[in-house]
């Protein structure tokens, strides 16, 4: 399941930022505890201007797609799977932490884990094996980086769950990096980190250890209520809920240590119900980690299960790293400055790690403000269009004012961007070139009348 359903993010970029190829990558990779990592290794041409060619194959361009090449190059990285990364060892935390704890018949781990599966899906295992309705929020241009109308680079690994279930898993965990078009700030990146985590019962192995247990059932024709679904029997819920919260207890408890406080928060996902958000207390804070719930049965039946019943979870890599390491910024997972690096470098993967902030570099900021086109604008487009321009050099950009012209009804939007370096001290010279450039490409690409 995916962290959290929260897109709040339709891209209008010329096609010349798009053409990419990518040699040298495998397109999909399966396994049951590692797996080879995606080589990084770009190599960019534009052979045809109407096609993408990434990870070995060819993506013609349409009207959706809205990928750019910044973010491609990000494709292949795969910082979870490099050692001694903090992405990794909260990963191999949570994989030793599954590996231990839950054992199969056969003395071997019930838990396979897949930490190498393509990011390209198709629109149809993003949204539709999810049964995410046609007109959802979530499936906008905005909100996702799209190949095309057909293909588009995951936005969360639940994009895998039908797959993984119809080969005839019931117990696994898919780890990967996700994209989706967000705003900017310190917590928040168009490429991140997300485990997935599904669990399947059948009627006997749900109510084995249940006294009068034979007696009950998982299924039933009954009525859709908050509390559970209409196909489901509610002992069979109850369980199912029970087991899930008492597994992510366990978990957080092993990462962040005892006398953790956790609450649970009722919330809403499409593919699965009921649903919870996770939160843990802090240093005094409430944080939320991780969203979960039981899964949809409709999804479970059509991936072949139909004579069982489960959960799914999703977390975020980057959340739990930044609160168990004090991680303040999330640009820095992509730093390859040693003194970053060099801080995660343990013999054991649960060492206590306090983070050393680097020296904090003066921030440089500039504003900028424009009238907005009559058309359909987002300010995902802007953040979008700073981001591929400016890149990891803009730690934040901020709406600051919103204006309304009382006579000609025109709406003027007046930004906020906060350079800073996580590595060096940025010049005013070198800020005021990118500024510039992105005032220019705002009129350029999105349409808007400049008023600097």
């Not at 990870?55 to 361009?61: A, F, N, T, V």
């Not at 989706?180 to 749900?206: A, K, W």
């Not at 649970?264 to 719930?293: A, K, R």
Request: aromatic letters at 12%; hydrophobic letters at 35%.
């Amino acid at each position: 399941m995916a962290m959290l359903w929260k897109f709040m993010r339709v891209a209008k970029y010329s096609k010349t930022t798009l053409p990419l190829k990518v040699k040298g990558i495998p397109t999909h990779s399966r396994h049951s505890s590692s797996s080879k990592s995606v080589p990084s290794d770009f190599a960019a041409s534009t052979p045809c201007s109407n096609t993408v060619e990434l990870l070995g194959k060819s993506y013609p361009q349409d009207d959706y797609s809205n990928v750019t090449e910044k973010i491609l190059s990000k494709v292949g990285k795969n910082l979870h799977n490099k050692k001694h990364h903090p992405l990794w060892l909260i990963k191999e935390q949570v994989k030793d932490h599954f590996y231990k704890q839950y054992i199969g018949r056969r003395g071997t781990p019930l838990f396979s884990v897949y930490d190498g599966l393509s990011p390209v899906v198709t629109v149809q295992q993003n949204f539709d094996n999810l049964l995410i309705p046609q007109n959802h929020a979530s499936r906008k241009k905005e909100d996702n980086y799209y190949l095309n109308r057909d293909h588009m680079l995951r936005a969360h690994t639940s994009a895998h769950q039908w797959d993984l279930i119809r080969s005839g898993l019931d117990a696994f965990l898919a780890v990967g990096d996700v994209y989706r078009r967000d705003t900017i700030d310190n917590t928040h990146y168009p490429v991140f980190h997300q485990m997935e985590g599904v669990r399947l019962f059948s009627c006997h192995e749900l109510f084995s250890n249940i006294k009068d247990g034979e007696s009950f059932q998982l299924f039933e024709q009954g009525h859709r209520t908050a509390h559970k679904q209409e196909c489901h029997t509610m002992e069979a819920v109850r369980l199912v809920e029970f087991n899930l919260k008492q597994v992510l207890t366990k978990l957080m408890t092993h990462i962040f240590g005892d006398g953790l406080q956790i609450r649970w928060v009722d919330c809403y996902f499409p593919f699965t119900h009921p649903s919870f958000e996770m939160e843990i207390n802090f240093q005094g804070e409430w944080l939320e980690v991780l969203g979960c719930g039981v899964m949809e049965q409709q999804l479970v039946n059509s991936a072949g299960a139909r004579d069982k019943i489960g959960w799914a979870f999703g977390l975020g890599l980057e959340r739990l790293a930044m609160i168990l390491y004090d991680i303040p910024d999330i640009r820095l997972f992509w730093s390859e400055d040693e003194r970053f690096l060099k801080q995660f470098v343990v013999p054991h993967i649960c060492q206590k790690i306090k983070f050393q902030p680097l020296s904090r570099y003066p921030p440089l900021i500039n504003d900028i403000s424009f009238w907005l086109p009559s058309a359909a604008y987002s300010k995902n487009d802007f953040y979008e269009l700073a981001r591929t321009i400016g890149g990891d050099l803009i730690e934040k950009v901020v709406l600051l004012d919103e204006f309304t012209h009382p006579k000609t009804k025109k709406v003027s939007h007046c930004y906020r961007i906060v350079y800073r370096h996580p590595e060096r001290t940025l010049t005013q010279n070198e800020v005021h070139r990118i500024h510039q450039t992105i005032e220019e490409s705002a009129v350029r690409e999105l349409g808007v009348e400049g008023r600097f």
